[in-house]
């Protein structure tokens, strides 16, 4: 098929799947940026990584994102929180967390110190947003300092503001949430001495701004976020089957080492470094500090093992995180034994059970009481350590538990749920296998996505074991 061809029917496919299941239909630029992200490229296997953009085009698809973001989504979070300018300043190479989500593809850090202004000038007229640096910050943010005209940064920072005389300006400090903390002492101490007492009695904390962006999906990255996911779920699958794992031969180790090879040949990266371990019947107990560090040894894979992985990339500045397992046949065996069949079938009912409970207004500490309580009701051993995803890996937004915090966690988990937003459902339950002896832990974690409908899970989930080999009637 001619690559134009495939555009139109990827296009006139994807427009009707929304229109079936009640997506938002997008604009002429969100079908183009769709468009860019299902074209096969030269050279690349369409069976496998075919959405994967060159260079060029993810820079084209990140800064149409972003001014979509800017335009669409930050007016009405500054507006429900009553904030009339937001100031993000950053040094180079000593970024704020916000403002890297805001700098355009093409630069890679901050230049010299970037200071964004953000001045919201009222429904009609929408927000205006100024670079007080010596270039544009891409098209979105216009320069408004003149270096020969006001040498001083700080004093045209000071104009700006007495000139829109905003009721609160909000800085990046906060207590509880690190991606919101952004601001230096040195530069909040600039700035207050710049701007002088009546100004500075006006700074309040932008945390609650800067994590509604941060954690706010625009419904073109959720467009784009699907075969983002798909990727990540293809690496896996390709990691944990025979073209990667000969039992008795290959280690966990060699697993993680080629998923990071992986992941670079495909000019991607990864947010962590990736685990595989293995549980297995014999004497050694579930441990999570154990299963979840780096420094263990590397086992042997061999039949009868359960393996688990845990794996994430980074696309179009958009991050993934999945946990899935597999089961590696013993000679003779066609399919997993049943009573690992039955385990897995836990997790997925704890996720059904945990995700069912996610309310607008509800916090991470309510939904973790009420699904742990509803789990345990059901003679599952429940463990939920769920955290928000996007533009960063444990990303900005409330915390739906820790794995050493069952109980709930002060401060980010009482932050409430708002829709649009997407989290990592990570999460485990506990079998007792009577035939190995011990307890198992089935570890899931899929990428998921709340909004009025509920929650979906981004790209899908895993449902049934993955086996080594495949069989004809395998997974």
């Given at each position: 098929m001619h690559l134009s061809e495939f555009c139109v029917k990827s296009l006139k496919i994807n427009y009707y799947i929304m229109r079936k299941t009640k997506w938002h239909i997008p604009n002429l630029s969100q079908l183009i940026i769709m468009i860019l992200l299902l074209s096969p490229l030269a050279g690349q296997s369409q069976e496998s990584y075919q959405l994967i953009l060159p260079m060029k085009q993810r820079a084209e698809v990140i800064d149409r994102l972003l001014a979509e973001k800017i335009e669409t989504v930050l007016p009405g979070i500054m507006r429900r929180k009553g904030l009339d300018m937001w100031i993000i300043i950053s040094r180079e190479y000593n970024e704020d967390p916000v403002i890297e989500t805001m700098l355009p593809a093409t630069w890679l850090a901050a230049r010299r110190r970037t200071i964004l202004i953000i001045f919201d000038q009222g429904a009609e007229r929408g927000l205006e947003?100024?670079?007080v640096a010596r270039y544009d910050v891409g098209e979105s943010f216009k320069k408004a300092w003149d270096k020969e005209k006001e040498p001083n940064q700080w004093k045209r920072v000071a104009q700006l503001i007495a000139e829109r005389d905003p009721q609160t300006i909000g800085v990046n400090k906060s207590h509880d949430f690190g991606l919101a903390d952004g601001i230096v002492s040195t530069d909040l101490k600039e700035l207050h001495r710049a701007i002088g007492k009546k100004f500075s009695n006006r700074i309040v904390s932008a945390e609650n701004v800067a994590i509604g962006w941060l954690e706010t999906r625009t419904p073109t990255e959720m467009a784009v976020y699907p075969q983002i996911c798909r990727i990540a779920h293809t690496i896996i699958d390709e990691a944990l089957s025979d073209r990667v794992i000969q039992p008795g031969v290959t280690t966990t180790d060699e697993v993680v080492w080629w998923l990071r090879e992986k992941v670079r040949e495909l000019k991607l990266i990864t947010w962590f470094h990736p685990s595989v371990s293995i549980q297995r019947a014999d004497a050694e107990q579930f441990d999570q500090i154990r299963t979840f560090t780096q420094n263990k040894d590397p086992h042997v894979i061999l039949p009868g093992d359960l393996l688990h992985v845990d794996f994430g990339i980074t696309y179009l500045r958009l991050n993934t995180d999945t946990q899935q397992h597999a089961y590696v046949l013993r000679p003779g065996e066609t399919d997993a034994p049943e009573y690992l069949k039955k385990a897995f079938k836990n997790g997925n009912r704890l996720q059904d059970i945990f995700t069912s409970n996610f309310k607008v207004g509800k916090t991470?500490?309510?939904?973790?009481?009420?699904?742990?309580?509803?789990?345990?009701?059901?003679?599952?051993?429940?463990?939920?350590?769920?955290h928000p995803i996007g533009y960063h890996g444990h990303a900005a937004g409330t915390t739906l538990g820790m794995w050493d915090a069952q109980g709930g966690v002060p401060g980010t988990g009482d932050y409430p749920l708002h829709l649009n937003t997407a989290y990592s459902i990570e999460l485990n339950a506990a079998t007792y296998i009577e035939e190995w002896g011990k307890e198992i832990r089935i570890m899931l974690e899929e990428d998921a996505f709340f909004d009025e409908n509920g929650v979906r899970f981004i790209d899908g989930r895993q449902t049934e074991l993955m086996l080594i080999p495949r069989t004809p009637e395998g997974h």
């Open positions: 947003t100024l670079a991470g500490n309510q939904v973790l009481k009420k699904s742990r309580e509803q789990a345990i009701d059901e003679k599952i051993k429940p463990a939920i350590y769920t």
